[in-house]
């Protein structure tokens, strides 16, 4: 029989050889690693969270996305007078679990959990693994890519002034389910003639193939599920940002029904676009209360340009 | 602890005065917290929205006219003779411009509340919906209680408009 503490020494040797032959990774773990006593600790990021300081955001930086919850659509009025469709978006306890690292000594995964989940309902091999981070059971986990300098520790609370108003973010979620549907609703095939001794072929999706080479194609559009699966929405601004509700207003409408989990990130394709509006202090790697300037309760975000309701003079 | 409370109010009011980001605006009045409704055990994130957004929108008691339950006298009915003026644009001292009209259909949805104003300008019908907590428009008064009007909305008036848009006041303003 191995004793714990042998099987303990023998992991920390094994990942001491590791570490010597691969390239060290940027988001450093050695100070528990070496006080790591039982292999699950060795898990941890080193910092605190009281060791979380700001920093500088430079345009290769990626901070870490959220889990939102949707919480419906409501509409608001900008600076010119003209609304605008927004969804709120609230984020519930939003917390960092765990870091993962990859093969990439430069890139690592946060991995983000939003909401409660109670105890009964958490599976063991997840209990133990949020036991093993010192976090409370969430509802929903998910990873987010992040560069060194916006790693945070694990327990950080992202809160709703991680984000700007003003800036771009992407949605995920997965799109209403709408069950089995035709070719027309799911693909946009044109259907069959209304009239002209059409008969029983007017939403049918007609040939599916050449009689060479006698078979379908993989991948023919046919009818089938449609709906329920994951949908990115890009670039849609944050008009609002309540830090007493915890919620952004996001612009437009966001995939999936309310109460749905929502992943919200920093804003990737920006061509002709900038993430945050000019002259904005971003939040980086986050917002941490104490440290951060102190916001009042909700901003809302200028759109500038023209006066849509004047006419122009030229 | 009181202390301790005003203090850091007192501090804290010349820092959000200072933040003034050229991106950003502040609503005003800021609430320092949700209008939740003291049964709510944990507040309804929709329903205080709406009820901020009311509150910030209702600015000279606006809100009043569309509660469903009040007394008809005191709230816009369909069937309503009413004056609404407009600000053309945001800007400061910016035109204004009024249209006079019956009230046909009121759709209340929080702050999304509208109303249509039908009248006769130059005998060719015209319909008009405003958005009740819209920051352009600037005022809203009955002008005259519609009386015989037995349905919430009187899309009727549009083929069989019988003596609805005879009414002086309606011919005076409505251009």
Same mark, same amino acid.
């Given at each position: 029989m191995f004793t714990r503490a042998f099987l303990a020494s023998r992991l920390t040797a094994k990942s001491a050889v590791v570490q010597n032959a691969a390239p060290r990774s940027l988001f450093s773990t050695s100070a528990v690693t070496q006080k790591a006593k039982l292999p699950h600790e060795k898990l941890r990021y080193a $910092?605190?969270?009281?060791e979380l300081k700001l920093g500088d955001y430079t345009a290769q930086s990626q901070r870490t996305g959220v889990i939102a919850r949707k919480k419906g659509m409501t509409g608001m009025w900008d600076e010119w007078g003209v609304r605008v469709p927004v969804t709120v978006l609230q984020l519930e306890k939003v917390q960092v679990v765990s870091i993962i690292k990859t093969s990439n000594p430069s890139c690592a995964r946060l991995q983000i959990g939003c909401g409660v989940r109670k105890e009964k309902n958490t599976s063991k091999p997840l209990k133990g693994h949020y036991d093993a981070h010192g976090v409370e059971p969430k509802a929903k986990v998910f990873e987010f890519p992040v560069t060194p300098d916006a790693a945070l520790p694990v327990g950080t609370e992202i809160t709703a002034a991680h984000f700007v108003p003003g800036q771009l973010v992407d949605v995920t979620a997965p799109s209403l389910g709408k069950g089995f549907q035709g070719v027309m609703k799911r693909w946009g095939f044109s259907g069959g003639r209304a009239s002209h001794g059409n008969s029983l072929a007017h939403r049918t999706p007609g040939s599916t193939g050449n009689i060479n080479p006698g078979r379908v194609y993989p991948g =023919? =559009?046919? $009818?089938g599920r449609m709906g329920g699966k994951n949908v990115t929405v890009i670039r849609l601004p944050v008009m609002k940002v309540d830090t007493a509700l915890n919620c952004i207003w996001v612009k437009g409408p966001v995939p999936g029904h309310d109460e749905q989990f929502i992943k919200v990130r920093d804003s990737t394709k920006l061509i002709k676009h900038r993430l945050f509006p000019e002259g904005a202090a971003v939040p980086f790697p986050t917002y941490i209360p104490g440290q951060s300037p102190a916001l009042p309760r909700e901003t809302i975000a200028k759109v500038g340009g023209q006066d849509p309701l004047v006419p122009s003079s030229d | 602890m009181l202390c301790r409370q005003l203090l850091t109010r007192a501090l804290a009011q010349p820092l959000f005065r200072s933040y003034t980001q050229a991106h950003i605006i502040v609503p005003q009045p800021q609430f320092d917290k949700p209008l939740a409704l003291p049964i709510e055990k944990r507040p309804n994130v929709m329903k205080v929205v709406e009820r901020e957004a009311i509150s910030r929108a209702n600015v000279d008691g606006r809100s009043d006219l569309f509660i *469903? *339950?009040?007394a008809p006298k005191d709230r816009l009915c369909a069937g309503d003779v009413v004056t609404v003026e407009t600000r053309n644009?945001?800007?400061?001292g910016a035109a204004t411009s009024s249209f006079t009209g019956v009230c046909i259909a009121i759709y209340r949805r929080g702050i999304d509340t509208s109303f249509i104003l039908r009248n006769l300008v130059q005998r060719v019908g015209v319909e008009i919906r405003f958005l009740a907590y819209s920051p352009l428009v600037k005022r809203i008064e009955i002008v005259h209680k519609g009386v015989g009007y037995r349905r919430a909305k009187l899309f009727y008036l549009r083929e069989n408009p019988g003596k609805a848009f005879q009414l002086k006041l309606l011919k005076k303003t409505g251009k």
């Open positions: $910092p605190e969270v009281s =023919k =559009k046919m $009818p | *469903r *339950r009040a644009s945001m800007a400061e």
